[in-house]
């Protein structure tokens, strides 16, 4: 059984900071992609920010400049860093990874059950 569990959302005012956290456990061969996605009351959730094995990533042109993604391979952990937070960046967190399980074949693609971040004015 493969999970991810994030911690890190909470409160914050206009212009402050925080880190999201991401962990991935269970039975794993291998972590491929891993990334944040966010969903506002009423919105489709939305790509924030993903990181390849490698480290190569990709940001959502709405927070980029302000919001850097890393990652731990050897802890299988993935983590959002959000300056200068705005209140429109308000959303349910969610981490995503695409995993190979042990004694599978195929990737699979699993989410996290979601954190909130919640920026004031």
Same mark, same amino acid.
């Given at each position: 059984?493969?999970?991810?569990?994030?911690?890190?959302?909470?409160?914050?005012?206009a212009?402050?900071?925080?880190?999201?956290? /991401?962990?991935?456990?269970?039975?794993?061969?291998?972590?491929?992609?891993?990334?944040?996605?966010?969903?506002?009351?009423?919105?489709?959730?939305?790509?924030?920010?993903?990181?390849?094995?490698?480290?190569?990533?990709?940001?959502?042109?709405?927070?980029?400049?302000?919001?850097?993604?890393?990652?731990?391979?050897?802890?299988?952990?993935?983590?959002?860093?959000?300056?200068?937070?705005?209140?429109?960046?308000?959303?349910?967190?969610? /981490?995503?990874?695409?995993i190979?399980?042990?004694?599978?074949?195929?990737?699979?693609?699993?989410?996290?059950?979601?954190?909130?971040?919640?920026?004031?004015?």
């Amino acid at each position: 059984q493969v999970q991810l569990v994030e911690s890190g959302g909470g409160l914050v005012q206009a212009g402050g900071s925080l880190r999201l956290s /991401c962990v991935a456990s269970g039975s794993i061969r291998r972590v491929n992609a891993m990334g944040w996605y966010r969903q506002a009351p009423g919105k489709q959730r939305e790509l924030v920010a993903t990181i390849t094995s490698g480290g190569t990533t990709n940001y959502a042109d709405s927070v980029k400049g302000r919001f850097t993604i890393s990652r731990d391979n050897a802890k299988n952990t993935v983590s959002l860093q959000m300056n200068s937070l705005k209140p429109e960046d308000t959303a349910v967190y969610y /981490c995503n990874a695409e995993i190979l399980p042990q004694q599978h074949i195929m990737n699979h693609d699993y989410w996290g059950q979601g954190t909130q971040v919640t920026v004031s004015s």
